[in-house]
Every structure is written in structure tokens, then in C-alpha cells.
């Protein structure tokens, strides 16, 4: 099973920065990652697929980037809506999917 | 748009059964493979199952193999889980979620909480 690791557990950055959040595959995983978004009370939402694809509807300021076992997503200007939690998975090598812990974005 | 609705949720005591449903309107369901992820409460998020577009595949989490079973009706653009010997650990909201061209998730229900619990 693919473990995907995600640092840090929680980001605190101020309205208006940059956020970068990292995610690492157990072994590589080429560039089948997806990113997703999840606020309170919500079900998650696709971001990013392919590793740096924007899924449809995302905001330009999201992105990802990365291939192998080392990836980033990036928020390049940090909305008050962007303050939540993001989960990446690798669809590389399943069954089983795999996701990361997750990492908090909390205002600073 | 996609819709994908969860019923069937509640609680259930351990070792009994419990069968959800997942109703999908907005596409074709019968072109996508179709998915169940999990959230225990407070906690991330864990794959549980997919089954192909055609029913002739199915994989399982290690944690739920020989326990829950994946299912659909196309005719009725419906998914299913039925979990049958409950622990207290697959308390959790079930989600259903609509596969990608490959096995991300593009399309999310709102969930429904199953507690086990006596």
C-alpha cells in the first residue's frame, strides 16, 4: 500500500499570502495525484488531478505541481474561503486509493 | 449538474447490518465507475470501494473485505453499499463519489453518518 504523507499538519498564513502544502508518496506514483478541498460540514471537492491539472470551475490561483513521490499544491493569493483542509491521493498503484492525513490552513 | 444523494445512514449495533443508497442524477451513470469513501468522525478520509461502470469489477479496502459489498443498478442510476458484521471502527459519514477518466473523484454526495454502537 502507498502511504501519502502530508507536511504540515497545519499551515498558518495571513489573508493575501502564498500557501505551499507538500505531499509525499511512499514510492512513486508518476503523476497520478488529485488534491482536494474540504470545508466543515461539506464533502470534499476535486481541485487538482494529474498532479497539475485544475479540475473544472477551480480558481487559477490553485495549483499543483510535482511528479515521483514529491508534490506541492499552491494557493498563490489566499482568500478568506481558502482557509480549510486539503487532502491529497494517489491513484498510481490500487487497490487500495490512498490519501494523505490532510493539512489545516489556518489564518495567521 | 451532478447530483449524487446518500440515504440509509443511522445507528446500528455491532455485528448487524446496514445497506446505504446513493441516487445520481445530472449524467449517465452508466458510463462511470462509481466509488464509497469514508470519514470517521474527525478524522481523513479512506477509500471503501468502487465498482466499474459495468458491474464486472469490484475492489475492496482491506478493512472492509468479506464484510461490505459494492453494488449498482444502472437501470435505476443507483449505487449501493451493503456492510453486513459492523464494527464500531466503520463508524463514519459514507460518502459516494463519481470516478474521474481515472480513479480520482470528480463528483461527491453530501454523505450519510453511520454510528455503530450498542
Known amino acids: 500500500e502507498i502511504v501519502m504523507t502530508q507536511s504540515p499538519a497545519t499551515l498558518s498564513v495571513s489573508p493575501g499570502e502564498r500557501a505551499t502544502l507538500s505531499c509525499r508518496a511512499s514510492?512513486?506514483?508518476?503523476?497520478?495525484v488529485a488534491w482536494y478541498q474540504q470545508k466543515p460540514g461539506q464533502a470534499p471537492r476535486l481541485l487538482i488531478y494529474?498532479?497539475?491539472t485544475r479540475a473544472t470551475g477551480i480558481p487559477a490561483r490553485f495549483s499543483g505541481s510535482g511528479s515521483g513521490t514529491e508534490f506541492t499544491l499552491t494557493i498563490s493569493s489566499l482568500q478568506s474561503e481558502d482557509f480549510t483542509v486539503y487532502y491529497c491521493?494517489?491513484?498510481?498503484?490500487?487497490?487500495?486509493?490512498?490519501f494523505g492525513g490532510g493539512t489545516k490552513v489556518e489564518i495567521k | 449538474q451532478v447530483q449524487l444523494v446518500e440515504s440509509g445512514g443511522g445507528v446500528v449495533q455491532p455485528g448487524r447490518s446496514l445497506r446505504l443508497s446513493c441516487a445520481a442524477s445530472?449524467?449517465?451513470?452508466?458510463?462511470?465507475?462509481m466509488h464509497w469513501v469514508r470519514q470517521a468522525p474527525g478524522k481523513g478520509l479512506e477509500w471503501v470501494a468502487v465498482i466499474s461502470y459495468d458491474e464486472n469489477n469490484e475492489y475492496y479496502a482491506d478493512s472492509v473485505k468479506g464484510r461490505f459489498t459494492i453494488s449498482r443498478d444502472n437501470s435505476r442510476n443507483t449505487l449501493y453499499l451493503q456492510m453486513n458484521s459492523l464494527r464500531a471502527e466503520d463508524t463514519a459519514v459514507y460518502y459516494c463519489?463519481?470516478?474521474?477518466?481515472?480513479?480520482?473523484?470528480?463528483?461527491w454526495g453530501q454523505g450519510t453518518l453511520v454510528t455503530v454502537s450498542s
Open positions: 445530472g449524467f449517465t451513470f452508466g458510463l462511470y465507475a
Open positions: 494529474g498532479a497539475s
Open positions: 463519489a463519481r470516478g474521474g477518466d481515472y480513479p480520482w473523484f470528480d463528483s
Open positions: 514510492q512513486s506514483v508518476s503523476s497520478n
Open positions: 491521493q494517489q491513484y498510481n498503484n490500487w487497490p487500495p486509493l490512498t
